[in-house]
């Protein structure tokens, strides 16, 4: 019997990775060698913890949120649907009415697909987003986990962060900057545990989908 087959959602991590306006982008020192004559290799890696596939803590939109060493792992684990969706408008946003009942019924988990390519090199700064009303029936749908292929759940304009604060309304963790690239549409098991960072408000995860038995 084969293994279940994985897709990796991930964007990679390197220099040229897409950052948003004013985010540290990624880099890496060598602090040991073995070609220099170390006993092995150390690297030091400094970045912003919303470079790459990432999820929000509460604390990123709410001062009195959840550090991320506090979420609820649970959300990050399970059952989920990969759903492709139009966008409308300038800046585009998915329209609330594309998110049929028919479209979410059942499902616990929810990853976005807005564009058939993910460039992680490029921010285009029109991005596809998810906005208030969207997040709103996607609340009311009492999904736990809301991922999308884009930088944010939110323009970048927008500073009110409208479709944040919907999920977190009803307690729905975020993921960011997924890769679903050649994922059919469909249900699968998603596996995208974020790091245990002490006071901070987000943090990057390697976000797989697995083929349901």
């Keep these: 019997m084969s293994a279940p087959r ?5 964007e990679r991590i390197e220099p040229d990775t897409a950052t948003f ?9 060598w602090v040991m060698q073995k070609v220099r004559g170390d006993s092995c290799n150390v690297s030091t890696i400094r970045m912003s913890v919303h470079v790459g596939t990432h999820t929000d803590a509460p604390l990123h939109y709410d001062n009195g949120g959840s550090d991320m060493a506090s979420v609820e792992l649970h959300k990050y684990i399970g059952r989920c649907r990969v759903i492709d969706v139009p966008v409308a408008g300038s800046p585009p946003l998915i329209p609330a009415a594309a998110l049929t009942p028919e479209l979410l019924a059942g499902a616990e988990r929810v990853l976005l697909r807005t564009r058939a390519e993910h460039d992680h090199k490029t921010f285009n700064p029109e991005f596809p987003s998810l906005g208030g009303p969207a997040g709103k029936v996607l609340a009311d749908a009492g999904v736990k986990l809301v991922g999308i292929d ?19 309304a009803s307690g729905i963790a975020i993921l960011e900057n997924l890769d679903l690239t050649g994922v059919p549409a469909g249900d699968y098991e998603l596996i995208a545990l ?20």
Aim: proline share 8%; hydrophobic share 35%; charged share 25%.
């Design 150 to 168: 884009t930088p944010s759940m939110d323009h970048s304009a927008n500073k009110d962060l409208d479709g944040h604060q919907a999920l977190y």
């Design 21 to 29: 306006p004013g985010d540290t982008a990624f880099s890496q020192e």
């Design 194 to 213: 974020p790091l245990r960072i002490v006071g901070c408000d987000s943090s990057p995860v390697r976000a797989i989908l697995r083929e349901l038995s």
């Design 6 to 10: 994985i897709w990796d959602i991930s």
